[in-house]
């Protein structure tokens, strides 16, 4: 038992009060008639005090009327009483949702939240109903609303944790809906979590229903340390045509104490190829790099070890290795061309890795159909689009699916085969000079577009500096999609589809005769994201992370309705098309394994996945702060705010009201008081006197 006002306890001096009146003497003054006093002497009277008490009934009630009231005053809180005890004999609708996030495995703190849990359940009543709801990043009501408290401790004891993600806005939405419906005169939602901040949002708009009490059960209240591997870089080396790896691994210390020493290995198919030691400051975080290694011409598996700690989930980080992509990229000069036309063009693609670019520079006139086989994007460098049977085969490449850069220079007279057209954003015209006003800017205008989405944060691309001399005029269509502007408001960038493919149009040169935009920095990753885009360019995910879904489409293409799925634990399912996209479903930690299930003897594909690296941050949510965002909600000005409750000890001594009875008990023992008081006052009836004559 604790107290709420412990200072009123300093009331219990008030007992000496009702010592002192019971041994102390008052002199009772009660006139006796006598005929006369001629024949008295007077006498002196001295009072004794007495030196014991005489009417112990009254004595005690007096004095626990003070202890009574001051016990009340002091607020005293009984902790063993059961949870929502407020509106006892009242029935109740509690929703019991418990965090079975890998950071509760951290020490023992899934122990203590099972144990919290049990207690729970101890403490509901005949009336009472329960429901239980495991949570992570996924949302498991376990159980209906039931007053069996068997099956709920047998839900409770067959629970364990899992690899996901801690996310409290789904599990409140789904207790919500559970105590809405409710008809109970009394409703609790009870959270038994260790408040991660990684977990709340502060912008999720979550209200319980008006009137539901939020009893918060606190098992995170430890202090807690961590270190994770977090991540994984990647850069690929090609010498004498073979290609090398070089592995980096982000190790982070999520602790207030140094991590010095640590090991981190690095495992390739098993087979452990380095090692290496790492000291980490408190909070910190460093880079792990490992010796390159030559690639196999297949998808490898790899897993980072570090040493284990509390925490053991995230000590293992896993990732699959594929030869690196190759982008064939074919340009096409005008037959007049310098033989310098592509050079910055090709520079720029000669040093991509991620992917990596083969280039073919050819003049259109030696363009034949054959040459688009195996290619994966085709520039049209400033030259007239080739007429004929060469020119069908180049509108089908794009129709199928291929991309076309289509740069509009100097040598660009104009003329465009009227069958071709169609790929240009609107009718050429001839060129624009801007010599005179010391050149054009660039302005981007689509950065929800893929070539231009990475420029959309600050200072991720500077197009500003670039100047532009001369471009061509384009009388846009309806049909094209504008990415950029030149300040006049002409047409710089556009984007046109055509079937399965695009072609998209730049009304400038790549070169520097009509700008300067190959001399400044940003031209690099600008022509980089172009090419990616047109080759329709996927990065192979080397992980995932758990509740995340792998694309079966990506790996094996839009023909395959069904695959067997083996999972990490050695589960095996099939997983089928049903009228929309064919997703697997990650839902634990390791490798996965998906191929076609009708060729059972086709290819598996290898998916790695890791625990969330937001999971890994033990950082602790105050409780205050996510009980007043989902109790309290601000309301207009004629409204009254909605009945909230958290259990703070104030409000679970509240709920408890042992005060009032403290109150109710002083209050008779006053009248009983009262009563014996009064009695003992008159003394024994005056007919019992021994009266005396004269």
């Given at each position: ?33 006598f005929p006369s006093l001629m024949f008295l002497s007077k006498v002196p009277f001295r ?396 302005n981007l205008t689509d950065y929800d577009h893929p070539i231009l989405e990475i420029f ?22 309806q049909t094209a999609r504008v990415l950029a502007r030149f300040d006049d408001g002409s ?204």
């Amino acid at each position: 038992m604790s107290f709420i006002a412990p200072l009123f306890l300093a009331g219990f001096a008030a007992l000496a009060i009702p010592i002192l009146i019971h041994l102390s003497h008052r002199t009772k003054k009660e006139a006796i008639p006598f005929p006369s006093l001629m024949f008295l002497s007077k006498v002196p009277f001295r009072t004794v005090r007495r030196q014991r008490i005489r009417h112990w009934l009254l004595f005690l009630l007096r004095s626990a009327t003070i202890i009574l009231l001051v016990t009340a005053f002091a607020r005293p809180l009984f902790e063993n009483l059961s949870l929502g005890a407020a509106g006892a004999g009242s029935a109740r609708e509690i929703v019991v949702m418990m965090d079975r996030s890998f950071s509760m495995s951290y020490g023992d703190r899934w122990q203590r939240a099972v144990a919290a849990a049990h207690e729970v359940i101890d403490g509901i009543g005949p009336e009472d109903r329960a429901s239980i709801i495991f949570f992570s990043n996924r949302v498991e009501v376990a159980s209906q609303p039931t007053s069996d408290r068997g099956v709920l401790h047998g839900m409770i004891d067959n629970a364990e944790v899992g690899p996901g993600h801690t996310q409290y806005a789904p599990v409140l939405q789904a207790a919500a809906r559970i105590l809405d419906a409710s008809t109970m005169p009394n409703r609790e939602a009870v959270l038994i979590t260790d408040f991660q901040r990684t977990g709340w949002d502060d912008r999720e708009d979550v209200q319980l229903p008006q009137g539901v009490t939020l009893t918060r059960l606190d098992i995170g209240f430890d202090q807690a340390s961590n270190v994770a591997l977090t991540g994984l870089t990647v850069d690929r080396i090609v010498r004498s045509g073979r290609e090398r790896a070089a592995l980096s691994a982000r190790i982070v210390n999520l602790g207030p104490e140094a991590a010095d020493g640590l090991g981190v290995t690095l495992e390739i198919d098993g087979q452990q190829m380095a090692a290496q030691s790492v000291d980490l400051a408190s909070n910190g975080s460093a880079t792990v790099r490992f010796p390159p290694f030559a690639l196999p011409r297949r998808r490898v598996q790899g897993v980072l070890r570090t040493t284990g700690d509390a925490l053991p989930l995230d000590d293992v980080f896993r990732f699959v290795l594929s030869p690196g992509q190759v982008l064939s990229v074919l340009i096409l000069e005008h037959a007049d061309a310098r033989g310098d036309e592509s050079l910055y063009l090709a520079r720029a693609l000669a040093v991509g890795t991620e992917p990596a670019y083969r280039v073919t520079v050819k003049k259109v006139t030696q363009f034949r159909s054959s040459d688009l086989a195996g290619r994966s994007a085709v520039i049209l460098n400033d030259a007239s689009f080739p007429r004929g049977s060469r020119g069908t085969s180049l509108r089908d490449f794009v129709s199928g699916g291929g991309g076309m850069l289509i740069v509009l220079g100097q040598r660009n007279t104009g003329r465009w085969p009227t069958e071709s057209a169609e790929l240009l954003p609107g009718a050429l015209r001839g060129p624009v000079d801007r010599l005179s006003d010391r050149g054009g800017t660039l302005n981007l205008t689509d950065y929800d577009h893929p070539i231009l989405e990475i420029f959309s944060a600050p200072r991720n691309g500077d197009f500003s500096q670039a100047r532009f001399f001369r471009y061509r005029k384009l009388e846009e269509n309806q049909t094209a999609r504008v990415l950029a502007r030149f300040d006049d408001g002409s047409v710089a960038l556009a984007e046109v589809e055509s079937g399965e493919g695009v072609a998209v149009t730049w009304a400038t040169g790549l070169a520097d005769s009509w700008n300067d935009f190959p001399l400044q920095p940003v031209f690099l990753p600008f022509v980089h994201q172009l090419i990616k885009h047109l080759a329709h360019y996927s990065p192979e995910r080397q992980w995932y992370n758990v509740g995340q879904v792998f694309d079966v489409a990506q790996s094996f293409g839009d023909t395959v309705n069904e695959v067997l799925v083996e999972s990490p634990s050695g589960e095996r399912r099939a997983e089928s098309l049903r009228g929309e996209p064919l997703y697997v479903h990650l839902e634990e930690p390791g490798f996965y394994r998906v191929r076609p299930l009708e060729s059972a003897a086709g290819p598996n594909v290898v998916v790695a996945v890791n625990p969330s690296v937001a999971e890994s941050d033990l950082t602790r949510l105050d409780p205050e702060v996510l009980a007043g965002a989902v109790t309290h909600r601000s309301r207009g000005v004629e409204e009254e705010p909605r009945l909230a409750a958290t259990l703070t000890p104030a409000e679970r001594e509240r709920k408890q009201g042992v005060w009032w009875y403290l109150l109710m008990a002083a209050l008779l023992i006053l009248v009983v008081e009262t009563a014996v008081s009064n009695r003992i006052s008159k003394g024994p009836p005056s007919g019992s006197r021994n009266r005396r004559g004269p």
